[in-house]
T-cell receptor
Framework: AQTVTQSQPEMSVQEAETVTLSCTYD???????LFWYKQPPSRQMILVIR??????QNATENRFSVNFQKAAKSFSLKISDSQLGDTAMYFC????????????????FGGGTRVLVKP | DTGVSQDPRHKITKRGQNVTFRCDPI?????LYWYRQTLGQGPEFLTY????????KSRLLSDRFSAERPKGSFSTLEIQRTEQGDSAMYLC?????????????FGPGTRLTVL
């Protein structure tokens, strides 16, 4: 079974500053995907960024980037130029790469980090 | 709006009552997932459908819980004889047939409060 740990329950950052969220995971799998999801207050969860484990290059999506360290099983998220709309819960998630078409590819989530962007 | 929808958004019930939630996935998404999220925690997987077939169930899904997806479209999650520990947000997600990493699109959730 996989586990995902987010050690920072809450972080605050000034608008326009940078914040880094940490995530570690434990798995015996070699092929998998990692995700960061954002859950704004009272709104639905949306995908921020994903990383395929077989790719060495770190994923980047606009102001969001990751630092993926496969050997260390670490997957941190950096939010640059923070905006007020970035205020949300952020969840790190793991998905095993299934070989069978009927496999579910369920997500295993960490406990979340609440990010508050201050004006 | 063509996203995942869930109904109701909020449900308050008394202990021992039965409740049913509905999820409408994005059109043509053949995979559908249910997750449960308790306050301050990350979502936990409950069950998964591919088309109308329920292919995986978590041990979290006790025999009081049942999920269906008739005709491979919308899905329902029923909880019988609710307990206070069932209070949580119930999230539904869907993913398309051919996505290589099965990106899951989440609905707004149904918040259940058991008194």
């Amino acid at each position: 079974a996989q586990t995902v740990t987010q050690s920072q329950p809450e972080m605050s950052v000034q608008e326009a500053e940078t914040v880094t969220l940490s995530c570690t995971y434990d798995t015996s799998e070699n092929n998998y995907y990692l995700f960061w999801y954002k859950q704004p207050p009272s709104r639905q969860m949306i995908l921020v960024i994903r990383q395929e484990a077989y790719k060495q290059q770190n994923a980047t999506e606009n102001r969001f980037s990751v630092n993926f360290q496969k050997a260390a099983k670490s997957f941190s998220l950096k939010i640059s130029d923070s905006q007020l709309g970035d205020t949300a819960m952020y969840f790190c998630a793991f998905m095993k790469q299934e070989r069978f078409r009927t496999a579910g590819n369920k997500l295993t989530f960490g406990g979340g980090t609440r990010v508050l962007v201050k004006p | 709006d063509t996203g995942v929808s869930q109904d109701p958004r909020h449900k308050i019930t008394k202990r021992g009552q039965n409740v049913t939630f509905r999820c409408d996935p994005i059109s043509e998404h053949n995979r559908l997932y249910w997750y449960r999220q308790t306050l301050g925690q990350g979502p936990e997987f409950l069950t998964y459908f591919q088309n109308e077939a329920q292919l995986e169930k978590s041990r979290l899904l006790s025999d009081r819980f049942s999920a269906e997806r008739p005709k491979g479209s919308f899905s329902t999650l029923e909880i019988q004889r609710t307990e206070q520990g069932d209070s949580a947000m119930y999230l539904c997600a869907s993913s398309p047939r051919l996505s290589p990493y099965n990106e899951q699109f989440f609905g707004p959730g149904t918040r259940l409060t058991v008194l």
